[in-house]
């Protein structure tokens, strides 16, 4: 049974080696490898339901590293769940990919990434132990910067693929300071040992972990203040988009609280920290969704805004519930993004929804998928987000916090009127696609020249086309993987109906213990109750955006409205709240400016009043390093004196006072 | 009276130092075959001779590895501490050798060699000396032959480079050879050994310590006696450059291991060290942000070099047993991924022009893609991330700050490490962007085929320890 | 009759300064050389008054030791003064400044 | 007693008279008379070896170094030329750091002072120069440097060897090679040819 856990890790990654030995020879093929071993990396993962969900789960013991380090694979629910997304959802995007990229030039690269990413993120959620883990983690934050990047000739797509894995390196960092912390508390690695030695840790020690952990899982999953790379890494192609920013890679976050629920649950504090931070991700993503242009970056927010879902619901400690909207997610927004992908494909890369409209009668099928997504993800009663989203947002309540809960029911209102302002827009009205820019009021986009230190790119490298011809892909290889995700958008919330004893709740058993909840009697109201508040939410967003866009007279006055909008955009809208604006201030240009005074600086006049030439903001700090690299030899000699006086004068204080 | 001029020393003494002497005869026969030997044969041969000498002094060293011997009279111990110094000394120098081939002119390349096997003897006595007079001699022996290594290229800033490394150097050598002094009044003995119960005024000893450690960081280039390093590694010979960024900081490395293990009295440790820590702490900061804006490769790695070190010591930090492992661990991976890079430059250098700028490195992923490959790999060790000896290197530096009570060092190093990623990925983002307006430049055929082996080992090495990296630290003995 | 050790001391601290003083000050590489060339003969003069002290004949000869690294090293510095300045206008280590940042 | 201030005397005004000269050439001879009276000082000092030692291998050697040096550098005699000063405002910090570390090297040392020298051996005064049991005498210097410290003395080998081959590569690379006879421009150029030309093994 265990070799079979070892095929399901290595398959993906002996595909994408595959791929890359044949090379580029391969052209379609390498779609085809790729997506055949993820599909059958699927079935082998099926195939040990069984072995995972017995007590214990389905363990491999793959190397001892250092005496006492023995790294494994570890089969157990959870990660039973997260494989089969990744693999099979992972599968469908992969099929999917193959006639979105068919005539791209450079397909097997793109599928050497893929399956790359995909062994990546096995890596992470099959690993039985934190060395393992950290070590996934960082794989999936280097496969997601090759595929963010993947167009190289975008400057914006470099730009935003580093940005992505400089804000990642920064979890990474927060989850090393974890996992030592962890080592140093428990003595051990892998996840059972860490949690049989728990009461080691305590206070604030646990706390420290759980925070640094958090880091980890905002930078992964876009929670505030680290979100700010999230709607940038839609410069990828649109499957990435799917892939890695809807299904999987962002909700690596989610998966790492749900592994540490044992660490969670012993922490109130933390699940405080973390409930706060979801809530607040949900409602700041939704709030941005209102304002975007670009349909892409409109789902983006919203993958942004319902992992805050998931994470308030793991962070609060309902695991379950946190866990379900997960798997509801996976399949509606993994189906979102690939039916944009069929707009985006039959547009000819257009992207901004203020150029479509009225493709309901032009695209019936992507219409129907986009419906079904829109109504899963909103939480529309009967479709699968309406179990997830409702779990979640109940469970606030359940766990004693009525603000978290007001914020999750608000953040639901708030979605549906979003997303149905997209769908409107894109599918209803007249079709915008041949207005001149200026019409709609749309602007030169400031994104493309923001970087200033990219170097200058070539007119023709801007305006040619990144899918230059298309081909004739077979119509099913695209629609096929985006029916089958809206069937599950639709159906997969089933799972969980019937609350504690459901299949769902049955299919987890006892794995995240249990996180203390406030008792039933003091509960405000019940679920159904609350379910039907939150309902009534969601109409209001719908009507309101039916109002606003939906209506025969909104569809005629479109264009006006959306100029209108377009000009007169908030500049707060128009900065995402000026978070990134924020990160610049306050890290990025601190640390180039030091790094060029200390790097750049040639007048060496520093000690002959040069001092004037400095701002004195820049603080002595930056005087002493500019003085350093002058390039004469005297301030290196006097540098070096300073430094010897120094110790000189150290060692006869303390040499004096013995 | 008649003087008894007998030798106290036997044929146990003389092999306990035959390691440092092979090399250093190796140097003499390189001088020999140059002058006999036809223009053409003089490249290959100088290399190949000082290959050979350096693996045999290899070998002969690790016949000694279970027989630790104090020689001469406690001038010299060999022993498994000496013998991994001396192993990464003459493993970067044979590196180097491979880089070599291009450098200097024909009728300055046996010299050269030879500077450079002399130069690594000084480095590997470093290693084994036992008494400030050793320790002096082997630091001169390294830095007069390195002085004259770095001038030797047609550039000015090649010379500009060997008169502030001399000049740099010499100061701190003064500095080095007051503590010295200062420290055989405060004990009577020139003995490393002799400084464990110093029986004068504590102040002597101490202020003795202070500069003998000044003299060692300015070689370790610990900031912020660090200022030397970008310049003379700018403008030094690549090969030079490559030689200086290891050999120096083995050597110097063992001599303060040596003092802050096995030398210094046990009450006094924590407090005589302390402006260590402090000082590398202040050169992961300091590499790590100077490294953001360099545009040449050697600086950039002069600047790594700096926080790497600074890493390094800090391993040392609480002078754990583990800690003294752990800093030997992290510097054989710091001379694989330094190495290799380097090697990688060497790879791209050609007439006039070493290769070293940003620029060269300008879409190196399309021209030569696994060039290009092996440089990020190098980069993303250096950086410090996984599957990398560099990665591993400092976790375990974490792991031992934080056991000794080191966990401000332990947050400082990864404040660094967050920093240098940046730099890092400057020159990857390089060799990926594919823009135009950066000229194509031609592939380019290395005059020896050399580098490629250097590259492919450091590369192997590199994710070996990566992988398993207490296969060496199992071995790694403790310094006695 | 005879001096206190500590004014050797003393006194080598005052030469070995002003040493150093002297490489920071001056620029002619020359006079720079030879600031360094006091520095290390302060340090000789430490090394003898403590042999002297402790009757140990293992300071002279580490002086003697330094004398001969301070002959090789002037050798080398002047070597690479004249292969620095030899065509040089003016003889000055401020003009050696190509390298920085 | 008074000889060792006077001496001391000397010694600082020599070595301030050293670094103070515009022209190297004073400078050497300030650099001559310390190293005369450090010599003096060793000698008071019981190292009558290497008293002489000084004199013959620094005063005689090395500063005949330097003094050819600067006859090769300028003109002789005269003053050699300074470029714009960049560092104008170095002096006073320089200073200050260089008396703050001073003032803390004899803060330290002045702690516990040694007290004075114990008259404990028959002071040879040049007298007994070859008996090894008298401190500081050539026999004693010699037998020392044969035996016990055999390795330091063996290493020198090597160092002087480095700077023997150093400076011929050096200067070799400094000082072209008159242009003889057969050797033509021409021919230099392609002796300098590019390095990396070279034949592949």
């Not at chain 2, 002799?194 to 101490?206: G, H, K, R």
């Not at chain 2, 060692?216 to 610990?222: A, E, P, T, V, Y």
């Not at chain 4, 480095?162 to 072209?176: E, Q, R, S, Y």
Request: hydrophobic share 60%.
């Amino acid at each position: 049974m265990s070799g079979l856990l070892l095929a399901v890790w290595l398959l993906p990654f002996a595909g994408a080696l595959a791929i890359w030995a044949l090379g580029p020879q391969l052209r379609r093929g390498a779609g085809w490898i790729g997506s055949a071993t993820v599909l059958l990396a699927f079935v082998l993962t099926l195939v040990q339901w069984g072995a995972a969900t017995a007590s214990g789960g389905a363990h491999r013991a793959l190397v001892t590293w250092i005496p006492g380090f023995t790294l494994g694979l570890l089969l157990d629910p959870l990660s039973l769940l997260w494989s089969l997304i990744i693999t099979g959802v992972g599968g469908l995007i992969l099929v999917y990919s193959i006639g979105y990229m068919w005539s791209d030039r450079a397909i097997a690269r793109f599928f050497a990434y893929m399956n790359f990413f995909v062994f990546a993120m096995l890596t992470l959620v099959l690993s039985d132990n934190l060395v393992g883990l950290l070590v996934g983690w960082g794989l999936v934050g280097l496969a997601s910067y090759f595929l963010i990047g993947f167009w190289f000739d975008r400057p914006s797509a470099v730009e935003a693929a580093r940005k992505a894995f400089v804000i990642n390196v920064v979890g990474d960092v927060g989850i090393m300071f974890a996992v030592f912390a962890l080592y140093k508390a428990t003595g051990s690695i892998t996840f059972a040992g860490i949690f049989s030695q728990r009461d080691a840790l305590s206070g604030g020690l646990l706390f420290m972990i759980c925070g640094a952990l958090f880091v980890g899982c905002a930078a992964k999953s876009a929670q505030v203040p680290l979100q700010t790379w999230l709607p940038d890494a839609m410069e990828g192609p649109t499957p990435v988009s799917a892939l890695i920013h809807a299904a999987t890679m962002v909700t690596a976050g989610v998966y790492l609280i749900a592994r540490f629920a044992p660490l969670w649950n012993a922490s109130p504090p933390a699940r405080e920290l973390v409930g706060v931070v979801g809530a607040v991700t949900a409602l700041l993503g939704a709030i941005l969704g209102i304002a975007q242009w670009d349909i892409k970056r409109i789902l983006a927010y919203s993958t942004m805004s319902q992992i805050g879902y998931m994470i308030m619901g793991v962070g609060i400690g309902a695991y379950q519930a946190g866990v379900l909207h997960f798997f509801t997610h996976a399949f509606f927004k993994a189906g979102l993004f690939l039916t944009a992908g069929l707009l985006i494909h039959e547009l000819h890369d257009e992207q901004d929804v203020r150029k479509m409209g009225g493709l309901s009668r032009r695209m019936p099928f992507a219409f129907y998928a986009m419906l079904a997504g829109t109504l899963a993800i909103i939480g529309f009663p009967g479709f699968s987000g309406y179990f997830s989203k409702d779990a979640v947002v109940y469970a606030m309540l359940e766990h004693g916090q009525p603000a978290l809960y007001a914020v999750g029911a608000l953040t639901a209102a708030i979605t549906a009127y979003y997303m149905f302002r997209m769908l409107f827009l894109t599918f209803f009205g007249p079709y915008r696609g041949e207005l001149e820019d200026a019409e709609l009021g749309i602007l030169p986009d400031r994104r493309a020249h923001r970087d200033e230190h990219m170097p200058p790119v070539h007119p023709a490298e801007l305006t040619r086309p990144a899918v230059p011809v298309h081909g004739h892909a077979p119509a099913w290889l695209m629609n096929l993987p985006v029916a089958i995700l809206a069937l599950f958008a639709v159906i997969a919330g089933y799972v969980a109906i019937g609350g504690a004893t459901s299949p769902w709740w049955r299919f987890f058993g006892g794995l995240f213990g249990a996180a203390p909840a406030v008792a039933a009697s003091t509960v405000a109201f019940s679920e159904s109750l609350s379910t039907l508040l939150v309902s009534a939410l969601v109409a209001i967003g719908i009507i309101v955006a039916f109002v606003r866009y939906g209506s025969p007279a909104a569809q005629l006055a479109s264009v006006e409205r959306i100029r209108a909008e377009s000009l007169g955009r908030p500049a707060i809208f128009a900065h995402a709240f000026y978070f990134d604006d924020a990160i610049d201030a306050l890290v990025v240009r601190p640390a180039r400016s030091v790094g060029t005074f200390i790097a750049r600086f040639v007048d060496p006049h520093v000690l002959d009043g040069g001092v004037r030439d400095v701002a004195w903001g820049a603080g002595a700090l930056g005087v002493i390093f500019r003085a350093l690299q002058t390039g004469l030899v005297r301030s290196y000699a006097l540098t070096i004196l300073v430094g010897t006086a120094c110790f000189i004068a150290y060692f006869a204080l303390i040499g004096s006072a013995r | 009276m008649t003087p008894h001029l007998i030798v106290p020393f036997g044929s146990a003494d003389w092999a306990a130092v035959a390691p440092p002497t092979v090399v250093g005869v190796a140097a003499l026969v390189v001088i020999l075959a140059d002058l006999m030997l036809p223009r053409r044969a003089r490249r290959i041969s100088a290399i190949a001779i000082g290959i050979v000498g350096l693996i045999v002094a290899g070998i002969i060293a690790l016949q000694g590895w279970h027989h630790p011997y104090v020689a001469f009279g406690g001038a010299f111990i060999e022993g498994g501490f000496a013998i991994v110094f001396e192993g990464i000394v003459i493993v970067a120098a044979i590196f180097s050798l491979c880089m070599s081939y291009g450098f200097a002119r024909d009728d300055q390349i046996g010299g050269a060699i030879a500077l450079m096997l002399w130069s690594a003897t000084g480095a590997m006595l470093m290693a084994g000396a036992a008494s400030l007079m050793m320790i002096f001699l082997g630091l001169e022996l390294l830095s007069l032959a390195l002085y004259c290594l770095c001038g030797l290229a047609a550039r000015a800033s090649a010379r500009e480079a060997a008169l502030k490394y001399l000049i740099l150097s010499s100061t701190a050598s003064g500095f080095l050879l007051y503590g010295m002094a200062l420290l055989f009044g405060a004990t009577g003995s020139v003995a490393l050994a002799a400084l464990a119960n110093p029986p004068i005024s504590a102040a002597l000893f101490d202020i003795g310590c202070g500069m003998f450690l000044v003299g060692l960081c300015f070689k370790l280039s610990l900031a912020p006696f660090h200022v030397w390093t970008p310049d003379v590694f700018e403008g030094a010979p690549l090969p030079v450059t490559a030689f200086m960024s290891v050999v120096t900081k083995a050597g110097a490395l063992a001599a303060v291991a040596r003092f802050a293990y096995a030398a210094l009295p046990q009450r006094d440790h924590a407090a005589i060290l302390i402006p260590l820590w402090i000082v590398a702490a202040i050169s992961m900061i300091v590499g790590n942000v100077g490294a953001l804006a360099q545009t040449d490769i050697k600086r950039l790695l002069a600047y790594s070099g700096i926080a790497q070190l600074g890493y390094i010591v800090a391993a040392m930090a609480g002078t754990s047993a583990l800690g003294l492992r752990y800093a030997i661990f992290y510097l054989g991976a710091y001379m694989f991924m330094n190495l290799g890079a380097f090697a990688v430059v060497t790879l791209l250098s050609r007439e006039n022009d070493e290769g070293s700028r940003l620029a060269s490195f300008a879409g190196l992923g399309y021209r030569q893609p696994v060039l290009a490959g092996l440089m990020t790999f190098f980069l993303l060790a250096l950086a410090g991330l996984p599957p990398t000896a560099g990665f591993i290197g400092k976790i375990l530096i974490l792991a031992t700050d934080v056991n000794t009570g080191y966990a401000w060092l332990a947050v400082l190093l990864i404040v660094g490490t967050a920093i240098s990623v940046y730099a890092y990925f400057k020159i990857v983002r390089a060799m990926y962007a594919r823009t135009i307006g950066t000229p194509v430049l031609p592939r380019f055929v290395p005059a020896s085929a050399l580098p490629w082996v250097g590259v492919a080992l450091c590369a192997i090495a590199t994710l070996g320890l990566g992988l398993y990296p207490f296969a060496p630290s199992d071995i790694l003995p403790l310094v006695r | 009759m005879s001096v206190d050790v500590t004014n050797y001391i003393a006194l080598s601290a005052v030469m070995f300064f002003i040493g150093v003083a002297g490489v920071i000050v001056r620029r002619n590489p020359l006079i720079v050389l030879m600031a360094i060339e006091l520095m290390f003969n302060a340090a000789n003069l430490a090394l003898v008054a403590f042999a002297r002290v402790w009757v140990n004949n293992a300071g002279h000869i580490f002086v003697f030791l330094v004398v001969t690294v301070a002959a090789a090293e002037a050798a080398i510095g002047l070597a690479i003064v004249v292969a620095v300045f030899r065509r040089a206008e003016n003889v000055d280590v401020d003009e050696v400044a190509g390298l920085h940042g | 007693m008074s000889l060792f201030y006077l001496l001391a005397v000397i010694l600082i005004a020599s070595a301030i008279f050293t670094i103070t000269q515009k022209s190297p050439v004073y400078s050497v001879v300030g650099l001559l008379v310390n190293f005369l009276a450090l010599a003096a000082l060793y000698f008071t000092l019981n190292a009558e070896f290497l008293g002489v030692i000084q004199i013959v291998i620094y005063s005689g050697a090395i500063l005949m170094l330097f003094v050819f040096v600067i006859a090769l550098l300028s003109s002789g005699v005269g003053p050699f030329r300074a470029g714009p000063n960049r560092l104008p405002r170095i002096a006073a910090p320089a200073l200050l750091t260089t008396l703050v570390a001073f003032g803390f090297l004899i803060f330290g040392i002045a702690q516990r002072p040694f007290g004075p020298l114990p008259p404990h051996r028959p002071t040879s005064f040049l007298g007994n120069v070859g008996d090894p049991n008298v401190f500081g005498s050539v026999g004693d210097f010699g037998v020392a440097l044969f035996t016990v410290q055999l390795l330091p003395f063996e290493v020198t080998a090597f160092i002087l060897m480095v700077a023997v081959i150093g400076v011929v590569l050096i200067a070799g690379d400094a000082v072209p090679q008159p242009t003889l006879g057969r050797h033509r421009p021409q021919k230099r150029a392609a002796e300098r040819e590019p390095i990396l030309k070279a034949p592949a093994p």
